[in-house]
């Protein structure tokens, strides 16, 4: 295991000592989120946890707590979720969050806005002073239009660019929707109000920018000395 690997590892059980048996568990997508879900399946299987339910934010994630044995269930059926545990692609000092490169920011906002205890598991290269400064800011759309909102995304500051999957072809989240990539340089000054200016568009669905939600972030850290 690499040394970045070994601390996503180390910061993921850490998140997930705060999960208890009894508990609804929002179950994140990514590299990190899916060390996380490894290790709430293994407690399961040893006896460590039981009577727990997962909501999958993704189908990778849904496919994932299947193998593993996670019982899942819905938003409809429990619709205050005690624990989320997620990743991140990048976190501001205030925990304010980009995310969405795996493409599942809708339903893992949707999830984390039902969520009572937001966990955020990250490795240290993903703390920046400001949002959009490394990594573009994803946007999901509608595919009818998705071309319109272009210009007014360059007008913000913005270089957005059609994210496409292997094939070539725009990438379809589990929504059904695009996803449009758009870079800052030097990062977003005032991340409210292009969240605003862009969630005020007809036919954008969401974006990457999770904003005031206030998650515990645990990051996993060179140990010292």
Do not use: C
């Not at 990250?122 to 959009?132: A, I, Q, T």
């Not at 059904?176 to 800052?184: E, K, L, N």
């Amino acid at each position: 295991m690499g040394a970045q690997s070994e601390l996503k590892q180390r910061a993921a059980e850490e998140a997930v000592a705060h999960v208890r048996s009894g508990m609804v568990l929002g179950l994140g997508t990514g590299s990190t989120a899916a060390l996380a879900v490894e290790a709430i399946g293994r407690k399961l299987a040893a006896g460590e946890l039981a009577s727990i339910v997962g909501i999958p934010t993704s189908t990778r994630t849904r496919d994932q707590a299947r193998a593993l044995g996670i019982p899942l269930t819905t938003l409809e059926e429990h619709p205050v979720v005690d624990v989320t545990i997620d990743g991140a692609d990048e976190v501001d000092p205030r925990g304010n969050l980009v995310k969405g490169g795996g493409g599942a920011l809708l339903w893992e906002k949707i999830v984390a806005a039902a969520t009572t205890l937001y966990i955020i598991v990250v490795d240290e290269s993903k703390l920046v002073d400001r949002l959009g400064a490394g990594f573009a800011v994803p946007v999901e759309v509608m595919p009818f239009g998705w071309g319109t909102h272009l210009e007014p995304m360059r007008s913000l500051g913005g270089q957005p660019v059609l994210r496409r999957d292997d094939a070539g072809e725009p990438y379809l989240t589990d929504g059904g929707h695009y996803i449009i990539d758009v870079s800052f340089p030097g990062g977003l000054e005032d991340p409210q109000s292009v969240d605003r200016a862009l969630r005020d568009r007809p036919g954008i669905v969401e974006t990457g920018l999770f904003l005031g939600m206030k998650p515990r972030v645990i990051v996993g850290r060179v140990p010292q000395g």
